[in-house]
Every structure is written in C-alpha cells, then in structure tokens.
Nanobody, 127 residues
Framework: QDQVSDFGGGSVQAGGSLTVSCIASEYTYRGNCIGWFRQAPGREREAVAAIDTADGSTYYHDSVKGRFAISQDNAKRTVNLQMDSLRPEDTGTYYC????????????????????WGRGTQVAVTS
C-alpha cells in the first residue's frame, strides 16, 4: 500500500485553475509535514508548497505565493493544492511527499527530508 498517493492535474490554458490532491495513509498523515514538489522537463525537482498537518502551518515557494493554496482535510486524510492563475512555467509532474514527521519549518524545501513519495501527476499549462 502506498503511503501517499497523488492524483488530479490535467491540462489548462494559462490563467486557468487546477487542483492536485494527495491521500495519505493514517500513519503518514497524522502530525506530519506533507508537501508538493514539481519537476519540469529538463529541470530539477523543486518544492512548491507544504503543510504541517499538526497545526495547519503552510509554506510556499515565492513563485507560487498568492496563486496556489495548500489545504488539509483531516476526515479524508487528504492534502489539496489549489492552483490558480496558472502559467506555462507551472507545467510539470507534481509529486506529493510526506516527511514521516512534522516540523516543516526549515525543512520543507529539501527532497531528502521527505521519506514517502507519490508517483506524480501531470500538469500542463498552455499559452
């Protein structure tokens, strides 16, 4: 059983909106730092946003602040990333990841701090 499973995404024109979602196991959801990373073709994977499910603290890469919103649904053990005002440079494979513990602060931007990864879901933004 996957500890985290990501889904959603799709294709949209620039300026449009999409949502990607992550379902976590009970073990990886509770009191955990769960983040979203993305990888564009030919580029390294980068952190996009994260949420600490213990207290709801959120973190965003500068490039998505004001456009993306990460949220949690405790009843469904789900973390959603609502993406608005999408740009062609937002195109890529989006991965959900869970640290295996909380404390996002100072750690959420680095892949090596995350133990569990989804398989990725595609987001394509056309101009």
């Amino acid at each position: 059983q996957d500890q985290v499973s990501d889904f959603g995404g799709g294709s949209v024109q620039a300026g449009g909106s999409l949502t990607v979602s992550c379902i976590a196991s009970e073990y990886t959801y509770r009191g955990n730092c769960i983040g979203w990373f993305r990888q564009a073709p030919g580029r390294e994977r980068e952190a996009v946003a994260a949420i600490d499910t213990a207290d709801g603290s959120t973190y965003y890469h500068d490039s998505v602040k004001g456009r993306f919103a990460i949220s949690q649904d405790n009843a469904k053990r789900t973390v959603n990333l609502q993406m608005d005002s999408l740009r062609p440079e937002d195109t890529g494979t989006y991965y959900c990841a869970a640290r295996g513990q909380n404390f996002c602060a100072g750690r959420w931007m680095f892949e090596h701090n995350f133990a569990y990864w989804g398989r990725g879901t595609q987001v394509a933004v056309t101009s």
